[in-house]
């Protein structure tokens, strides 16, 4: 099993900033990518962004020139950058983590998620 922990959520006002960041441990053999998601009351979870294991990105249009995903890979830790926050952005945000936990299995693993709230 792997497991995800994140942290670096809260209540921020409008144009602020947070950082959020997911570290995974447990049975991990390789992680294909890591990212980021989020979710409100009555809506499906959207990505926010993703990075794989060669540093490739993938940003929601939402997400793009205001946030930043990065990666440390030899801490398996997965950090989002959020600039210029706005109250559409206030949700429950998820860190994801495709991994295989040996050879030839591979799956999705959740955090619990962390609330963002932007407020003023």
């Known amino acids: 099993q792997v497991q995800l922990v994140e942290s670096g959520g809260g209540l921020v006002q409008p144009g602020g900033s947070l950082r959020l960041s997911c570290a995974a441990s447990?049975?991990?053999?390789?992680?294909?990518?890591m990212g980021w998601f989020r979710q409100t009351p009555g809506k499906e979870r959207e990505l926010v962004a993703t990075?794989?294991?060669?540093?490739?990105?993938n940003y929601a249009d939402f997400a793009k020139g205001r946030f930043t995903i990065s990666r440390d890979n030899a801490m398996n830790t997965v950090y989002l950058q959020m600039n210029s926050l706005n109250s559409e952005d206030t949700a429950v945000y998820y860190c994801?983590?495709?991994?295989?936990?040996?050879?030839?299995?591979?799956?999705?693993?959740w955090g619990q998620g962390t609330q963002v709230t932007v407020s003023s």
């Open positions: 994801n983590t495709r991994a295989y936990s040996d050879p030839k299995s591979w799956a999705d693993y």
């Open positions: 447990g049975s991990i053999f390789r992680i294909i990518a």
């Open positions: 990075i794989n294991a060669g540093g490739g990105r």
